[in-house]
């Protein structure tokens, strides 16, 4: 097996100087404590070429290399699936997920899922990696996912995704028309009675409720749909999906939460854009997936009953 050796380097500023290196990573760069602690096993942490101990104290002008990851065994059935790939470096693998696939394994999907398509795909390049999506989107619900490539890059971006500073936006087809240009559904989530997977708007009083606030505004307005675009504050299961349902406009096609089927037969909901900082170099980086086939469709079918232009996504 061919090991994977990413290295992170950065080079001391002078207000590092003095600073033992694990302080520099824990307190300037968030590595977590569980990182931290895998590094120490081993040599993996270097200065200028040289092996060297968390706990030594740094200098300006030093280059601290890190080696972030190495062979590890996963227990996910690697399968030559389609991968649609948006982005993938070292550090992170976007791919554009389809309707009816599972983003990771369970014990009812154990196989054909989109994480057996991504490690199939990497040991078909002799990868060997664990599988470490950062979000996951429903089944039925289409669009962007990002995989991080070794414990660092999933740490930073959980860390990020904590503190609310990845930007997720969706589109989506809601049954009838929505007065408002924009506004915010704020309601916590939590199960529905008697139910494992359905969630509900849960009362200010219900104590097991999750918060969730989902910002909408409306793109097109069609004579029993609208096109939506939201923005997740929060990440709660079926966010959108309950909050569609709970502000009287359920998704179309969304037979669990109360969607019109006539025109679809999955929820017309799309994980268009994901907007974070990249891991190692703290850049900007955007991930779209484009529109698919059947949202479309659909657009053209609800144009040409209200005799009007499809709108450019």
């Not at 090991?3 to 992170?8: D, E, I, P, T």
């Not at 693998?93 to 009816?100: S, T």
């Not at 995989?147 to 930007?167: D, M, P, S, V, Y």
């Not at 900082?277 to 850049?283: C, F, N, Y």
Request: hydrophobic residues 35%; contains cysteine.
């Amino acid at each position: 097996m061919n090991a994977q050796h990413s290295l992170w380097e950065y080079r001391l500023q002078p207000e590092d100087s003095g600073q033992k290196y694990i302080s520099i990573l824990l307190h300037k760069f968030h590595f977590s404590l569980k990182l931290l602690q895998r590094l120490k096993q081993g040599e993996h942490v270097w200065v200028n070429g040289n092996f060297t101990y968390l706990t030594a104290r740094g200098k300006e002008g030093e280059t601290l290399s890190i080696q972030l990851s190495s062979d590890e065994e996963t227990n996910i059935l690697g399968e030559d699936l389609p991968l649609h790939i948006l982005y993938e470096d070292e550090y992170l693998l976007a791919v554009n997920k389809p309707v009816g696939q599972v983003v990771h394994p369970t014990h009812r999907y154990l196989t054909s899922t989109l994480g057996n398509a991504v490690i199939g795909y990497w040991e078909r390049k002799g990868e060997y990696r664990l599988y470490r999506p950062i979000h996951r989107i429903d089944r039925n619900t289409s669009g962007v996912v990002v995989i991080a490539k070794n414990q660092f890059a999933h740490q930073q971006l959980a860390w990020q995704l904590e503190r609310g500073q990845i930007h997720k936006r969706y589109f989506g087809f809601v049954t009838g028309i929505v007065p408002e240009n924009e506004g915010t559904i704020n309601a916590s989530i939590g199960f529905a009675p008697d139910s494992f997977i359905k969630r509900q708007i849960q009362p200010d009083e219900q104590p097991n409720g999750q918060p969730a606030r989902t910002h909408f505004k409306v793109i097109h307005r069609y004579p029993s749909a609208t096109l939506l675009e939201f923005i997740l504050e929060t990440g709660r299961t079926h966010q959108i999906r309950v909050h569609c349902e709970g502000f009287g406009h359920p998704l179309l096609g969304d037979d669990l939460y109360g969607g019109d089927t006539t025109l679809l037969s999955r929820q017309a909901l799309h994980s268009s854009k994901y907007a974070f900082l990249h891991p190692a170099t703290g850049l900007p980086i955007v991930i779209q997936a484009p529109f698919p086939g059947d949202l479309k469709a659909l657009m053209r079918i609800l144009s040409s009953l209200s005799n009007s232009d499809s709108v450019i996504i």
